[in-house]
């Protein structure tokens, strides 16, 4: 019998319950959505784990737009156009 050998390419289950938490909060329950339809997780951990700086990447599930960076992952609001930014 082989031994299994853990995959590092696995997605860790801390950024996608992050990912999900955040959009259960904001009323979208997660059996309404398939992630993996709106963005490769294993890659944005890798463009993460990667980076020297500071990156954002946004994506959008079921219309709540997120942006997700090394310290969490945050519900970008629509501000209407021509709002001052404060």
């Known amino acids: 019998m082989v031994p299994s050998i853990p995959r590092d390419s696995d997605p860790s289950p801390d950024l996608v319950v992050k990912i999900v ?23 944005l951990e890798q463009l993460l784990a ?11 599930v079921e ?10 992952v945050d519900v970008l609001l629509d501000e209407p156009a021509g709002a001052p930014d404060q």
């Open 21 to 43: 938490e955040t959009l259960e909060v904001h009323g979208l329950p997660s059996d309404s959505y398939q992630l993996h339809d709106a963005v490769d997780v294993e890659a």
């Open 50 to 60: 990667s980076s020297a700086g500071d990156v954002e990447v946004r994506f959008t």
């Open 63 to 72: 219309g709540i737009q997120l942006a997700v960076t090394h310290d969490g």
